[in-house]
């Protein structure tokens, strides 16, 4: 029986047809997902915190203005995905303890400071860029609210990468310490976005079972191929240059190759031990800690408004 459901189940995912939440599946589909999806909320909610640091040193009304509006946006991505993944039976409340206790994971990038203004533009040049590639794959994700959710988190992400990028092409056309600040953003956040991706696919434990059911639709490799690609073009444009000096287009592959990523630097920050780790979850805990007024009186408010109704 169980294998029959199993089968069939496998050829809805082969015909493309999405898997909805009331629709049966494995229960490793479910939690797979509910692992994903989860740590994605996470990553855009702690993700909040690096670009936060800069609302209020943005160098003008014009540019913390669109700051405020990206950081928020990364609030809404949150609680799309947060809701998506409710779908599947995991509570919003275990989802954020979980994440609290340190037993979820969110992406390793979030855990580097943001040292200067052109950080703002590196992020959301390379950070969101590197974040899209993923996304625009996960648009035709196999479990349906997951897919609809990424769709609009697309359309919003495209807009931070355009005004990352544009920030670094004013630093680059600025003085020599705007063009030196800018090169050094680049610098530092160039290999953690590579990290983003996730381990090689040979170390990649998810992958295998997440290609089968087309959760994901790429590998890591080939999207940090694909990344890879893309900046050494975008990078030009700016005038400045990417910190690999193994970067180099090979004519067979029809790719650039790159240097060695330092996974150990990646497994480290992954485990808790990076540069701003426990900066952000302290910062997550005690914004948790202050907004529990907030959370109590919607809980009042929304039953008062249920009493209303049902009167
Ligand atoms: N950091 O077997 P795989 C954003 C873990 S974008 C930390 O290959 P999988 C937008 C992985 O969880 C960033 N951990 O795993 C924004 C697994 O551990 P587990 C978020 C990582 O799932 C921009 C283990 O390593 N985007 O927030 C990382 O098949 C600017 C083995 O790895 C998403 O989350 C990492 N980088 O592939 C916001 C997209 N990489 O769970 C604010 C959705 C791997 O077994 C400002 N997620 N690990 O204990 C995915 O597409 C996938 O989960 C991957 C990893 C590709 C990240």
Redesign the pocket.
């Known amino acids: 029986q169980l294998v029959d459901l199993e089968k069939a189940f496998q050829a809805k995912i082969d015909q493309e047809i999405k898997i909805e939440p009331k629709d049966w599946m494995p229960d490793a589909y479910r939690k797979?997902n509910i692992?994903?999806?989860s740590?994605?909320a996470h990553?855009?909610v702690i993700?909040?915190l690096?670009?936060g640091n800069w609302i209020s040193r943005a160098p003008s009304l014009k540019r913390k203005a669109i700051l405020i509006a990206?950081v928020q946006d990364?609030a809404g991505?949150g609680l799309y995905l947060y809701s998506a993944a409710e779908t599947l039976g995991m509570s919003r409340e275990q989802m954020t303890e979980d994440l609290l206790s340190g037993k979820a994971?969110?992406?390793?990038?979030?855990n580097y400071p943001t040292l200067t203004w052109a950080d703002m533009g590196a992020?959301?040049w390379l950070?969101?860029g590197?974040?899209i590639l993923?996304?625009v794959m996960?648009c035709r994700t196999s479990y349906g609210p997951y897919a609809r959710a990424n769709v609009r988190i697309c359309k919003e992400?495209s807009f931070?990468q355009r005004q990352g990028f544009e920030t670094l092409m004013v630093l680059s056309q600025g003085t020599p310490e705007q063009k030196a600040m800018c090169q050094d953003a680049i610098n530092r956040w160039w290999w953690p976005a590579l990290?983003?991706?996730?381990?090689t696919d040979s170390?990649?434990?998810?992958?295998d079972t997440?290609i089968k059911w087309k959760i994901?639709r790429k590998t890591?490799d080939e999207?940090r191929q694909q990344f890879v690609d893309m900046a050494v073009q975008q990078v030009k444009v700016l005038g400045m240059t990417l910190p690999d000096p193994d970067l180099k287009w090979n004519e067979e592959r029809q790719h650039y190759d790159f240097g060695e990523i330092n996974w150990t630097e990646?497994w480290n920050?992954?485990k808790g031990n990076g540069p701003c780790n426990k900066q952000r979850l302290d910062a997550k805990k005690k914004a948790h800690e202050e907004g529990a007024w907030v959370r109590a009186a919607a809980v009042a408010h929304a039953q008062k408004k249920a009493a209303r109704t049902t009167q």
């Open positions: 797979t692992r994903q999806i740590q994605h990553s855009e993700g909040m690096p670009e990206k990364e991505h994971k969110y992406s390793s990038i979030f992020i959301g950070v969101d590197a974040a993923n996304q996960l992400e931070h990290m983003m991706f996730g381990p170390e990649s434990t998810n992958s997440s994901k890591n999207l990646f920050v992954v």
